[in-house]
């Protein structure tokens, strides 16, 4: 689980350094390299930037380098900080690296100039699904329990910027694109929530995808481990001679299954509900929590584990959670209309997500079609993604299929494949089409769910504007809804 040991190197404050990629993260590192009076200079490959001007106006003793990125321009640079968007696998960065000798540049991203300079304890997490909803949990929890604590990263606000706040624990949501470029992060635990295939554009395979996940366990004191996750737990295992890996003492353990001792999982009771246990004690019942599926049980127990180190007050742990309501665009409950439930899942751009979310609305597996009740939306940029299991879900568990977007076919290939009917397959132009047609097919009982399974750029912004604009759709509809039936009571009222 090495993650390329040899570029680990102290970052110099006098050294002149390239910023490379300009949006949110970018920026971040350059104010706090200017704080730090740091000489840099400014690089992005697009030709024109919004808000240049400003760029300019900010940083006025930086060079703006716009457009395709020159080799011989970043050369002449001993240290570059790029961001998560930019991929350091491309031909440029390799050379600069020159990870076959001392005389590569220093090529690190904003989480290792965070990890060189943070003096408070942090937790790390990542995932291909639930991280931002574990990394708010574990802030919501700490800071219940009278920790001044603060999340970011990944999720929210850049890394650097945490550190004005001043907080004795930060809470670290990482992508793999951060850990790409992170090589000394020191924390307190650390976690793989799960893997499955995302941003396959960019890796060479689900396994190499996995492989740049768990070096989040470098340097950790404690690993904490998603025993259903078979494939990360024999990596882990693999790797435990690795002396930057926790020992086996220190690992916590947590799953869907009944738990050994001194382990988090779910037990199911006679009535139905399920526990959230450690060993024999009892912590949560399922049906206490606002969040709901299987999949987000796991993300809690994901997050006491994340915190167990710490010895916090159990019971205000517990009621935090209790308390705890979820995100924005994932799996949100939107509203009824006419005793159908709509529900937003935007942030699922994965098949992973997509899946998990199914089967927290739709249970049950294998009904006939005439008892199932979901009306899948889907569709986007699939990210090379293969939609082969997610195919196998929805032909089980999905009553129609409404698809949109660029690569909506491959989706519609796959479902075919596991064998759905063709006709419970609908193409749309639009999320307002989306939405009529789901209306339209939709019976008392049934739930209507946005979750693509894919990237959102191909019709918009980022993933919430799209669940933004789902939002407005069904708002408007209920209106409607709700006025055509005032007329209709006010019509019976005048007739009577």
């Given at each position: 689980m090495n993650n390329n040991t040899g570029q680990y190197k102290p970052f110099v404050f006098s050294q002149q350094t390239l910023v490379v990629g300009l949006g949110g993260t970018g920026l971040s590192v350059a104010r706090y390299l200017k704080q730090k009076n740091c000489p840099f200079d400014l690089?992005?490959?697009?030709?024109?930037?919004?808000?240049?001007?400003?760029?300019?106006?900010?940083?006025?003793?930086?060079?703006?380098?716009?457009?395709?990125?020159?080799?011989?321009?970043?050369?002449?640079?001993?240290?570059?900080?790029?961001?998560?968007?930019?991929?350091v696998r491309s031909e440029i960065f390799r050379l600069l690296s020159n990870k076959e000798s001392d005389k590569g540049q220093l090529i690190i991203g904003d989480i290792e100039l965070f990890a060189q300079v943070v003096d408070k304890p942090v937790i790390a997490i990542t995932g291909s699904n639930g991280k931002s909803t574990v990394t708010t949990l574990v802030e919501k929890i700490a800071s219940d329990c009278g920790i001044k604590t603060i999340a970011g990263g990944n999720l929210g606000i850049p890394a650097l910027d945490l550190l004005t706040t001043r907080s004795d624990l930060y809470t670290l949501e990482l992508s793999s694109f951060q850990l790409e470029t992170t090589y000394s992060l020191k924390t307190l635990s650390a976690i793989v929530l799960n893997v499955s295939e995302d941003h396959m554009d960019r890796y060479n395979g689900l396994d190499d995808y996995r492989q740049v996940k768990t070096t989040i366990y470098n340097n950790t004191d404690w690993a904490v481990i998603n025993k259903d996750e078979q494939q990360l737990l024999k990596l882990f295992k693999n790797n435990t001679q690795n002396e930057s890996c926790p020992s086996a003492e220190r690992c916590i353990y947590f799953g869907s299954e009944e738990p050994q001792a001194d382990e988090y999982g779910l037990q199911k009771i006679q009535d139905g509900d399920y526990l959230l246990k450690k060993g024999q004690e009892t912590l949560l019942k399922a049906s206490e929590l606002r969040l709901k599926g299987v999949y987000n049980y796991l993300n809690v127990l994901a997050a006491i584990a994340l915190l167990e180190p710490l010895s916090l007050d159990r019971e205000k742990m517990l009621q935090a959670v209790r308390e705890y309501a979820g995100l924005e665009h994932r799996c949100e409950w939107v509203a009824q209309i006419n005793g159908v439930d709509f529900y937003n899942d935007s942030k699922?751009?994965?098949?992973?997500?997509?899946?998990?979310?199914?089967?927290?609305?739709?249970?049950?597996?294998?009904?006939?079609?005439?008892?199932?009740?979901?009306?899948?939306?889907?569709?986007?940029?699939?990210?090379?993604?293969?939609?082969?299991?997610?195919?196998?879900?929805?032909?089980?568990?999905?009553?129609?299929?409404?698809?949109?977007?660029?690569?909506?076919?491959?989706?519609?290939?796959?479902?075919?494949?596991?064998?759905?009917?063709?006709?419970?397959?609908?193409?749309?132009?639009?999320?307002?089409?989306?939405?009529?047609?789901?209306?339209?097919?939709?019976?008392?009982?049934?739930?209507?769910?946005?979750?693509?399974?894919?990237?959102?750029?191909?019709?918009?912004?980022?993933?919430?504007?799209?669940?933004?604009?789902?939002?407005?759709?069904?708002?408007?509809?209920?209106?409607?809804?709700?006025?055509?039936?005032?007329?209709?009571?006010?019509?019976?009222r005048d007739v009577s």
């Open positions: 690089a992005d490959n697009r030709s024109e930037l919004a808000g240049q001007d400003n760029i300019r106006s900010e940083f006025p003793d930086s060079e703006l380098l716009l457009g395709d990125f020159n080799y011989e321009q970043f050369k002449q640079y001993p240290q570059i900080i790029v961001s998560p968007g930019i991929s699922g751009t994965n098949a992973g997500a997509t899946i998990a979310a199914i089967n927290a609305l739709e249970p049950e597996a294998d009904k006939s079609t005439a008892q199932r009740q979901l009306i899948l939306i889907a569709g986007g940029i699939g990210k090379g993604a293969d939609f082969t299991e997610l195919g196998k879900v929805i032909k089980a568990r999905v009553k129609y299929l409404l698809l949109m977007g660029q690569d909506a076919v491959q989706i519609e290939y796959a479902v075919l494949k596991a064998g759905m009917a063709s006709e419970r397959i609908i193409h749309v132009d639009s999320m307002h089409e989306a939405v009529q047609q789901a209306m339209a097919l939709a019976q008392k009982g049934d739930t209507v769910l946005l979750s693509p399974a894919c990237a959102s750029f191909d019709m918009y912004a980022n993933y919430s504007e799209r669940g933004n604009d789902f939002k407005a759709i069904i708002y408007e509809r209920a209106e409607i809804t709700l006025d055509n039936m005032a007329d209709s009571q006010e019509g019976l």
